[in-house]
């Protein structure tokens, strides 16, 4: 396989946003150009890509909590024409082994908080990928801008379980937008069913 993994600036992502991003997301999901090369600047995003013989065939966002060496799974999409290759399961393995963190935090969109049978399907298929390569449920949703999600906790370091990082989900948050925002339109919910 001659896939590989490899960070990216501000300056490579920038034609990834304006190309693939505008695509790849719809624009109540995605974050503005601005506010992403702010925290590049400030040393808080990183964007992985994962190549072959110098073609993108995907990317990963991550927000980044230094203190705690973890990070938040901002965005990650492979090339719409190379879907269903298993490359999704591919990066994410690259991306494991590439990253220094203790693990990352992923949202995935709830699939009971919508009746369009087509969209529950992507939604489990999408926790089901997660779930797949190594990511464990935690006992928490998150609730941002109108959109339910469960918290996942994929570990890097194989002896990190540590899902009580999902209380850092705020501050991710609050990397890429006021305090006061995030306070008005976000919530973390425990989930006692799951336990």
């Known amino acids: 396989m001659d896939y590989s993994v490899r960070a990216i600036s501000f300056d490579e992502f920038k034609p990834i946003y304006d190309e693939r991003m505008m695509v790849d997301f719809p624009d109540n999901e995605r974050r503005s150009v601005r506010s992403i090369r702010r925290m590049f600047r400030?040393?808080?995003?990183?964007?992985?890509?994962?190549?072959k013989e110098n073609h993108v065939y995907g990317y990963a966002c991550l927000i980044k909590d230094e203190g705690e060496n973890i990070a938040l799974?901002?965005?990650?999409?492979?090339?719409?024409a190379h879907r269903s290759e298993g490359l999704g399961s591919v990066f994410l393995q690259l991306l494991?082994?590439?990253?220094?963190?203790?693990?990352l935090l992923i949202e995935?969109?709830?699939?009971n908080d919508t009746e369009i049978?087509?969209?529950?399907?992507?939604?489990?298929?999408?926790?089901?990928?997660?779930?797949?390569?190594?990511a464990k449920m935690t006992h928490y949703y998150w609730d941002a801008f109108?959109?339910?999600?469960?918290?996942?906790?994929?570990p890097i370091d194989e002896d990190n379980d540590r899902r009580e990082y999902?209380?850092?989900?705020?501050e991710f948050y609050r990397s890429a937008m006021p305090g006061y925002y995030v306070r008005?339109?976000?919530?973390?919910?425990e989930n006692n069913e799951s336990k």
């Open 42 to 51: 400030h040393s808080k995003y990183e964007v992985y890509v994962l190549e």
């Open 73 to 80: 799974l901002d965005y990650y999409a492979i090339d719409k």
């Open 96 to 103: 494991k082994q590439t990253l220094s963190y203790q693990g």
């Open 108 to 111: 995935s969109e709830r699939p």
């Open 117 to 134: 049978s087509e969209e529950i399907h992507i939604r489990e298929r999408r926790i089901d990928f997660y779930l797949r390569n190594d």
């Open 146 to 154: 109108g959109v339910g999600y469960h918290l996942l906790w994929l």
């Open 166 to 170: 999902v209380a850092k989900i705020p």
């Open 184 to 189: 008005k339109h976000t919530s973390l919910i």
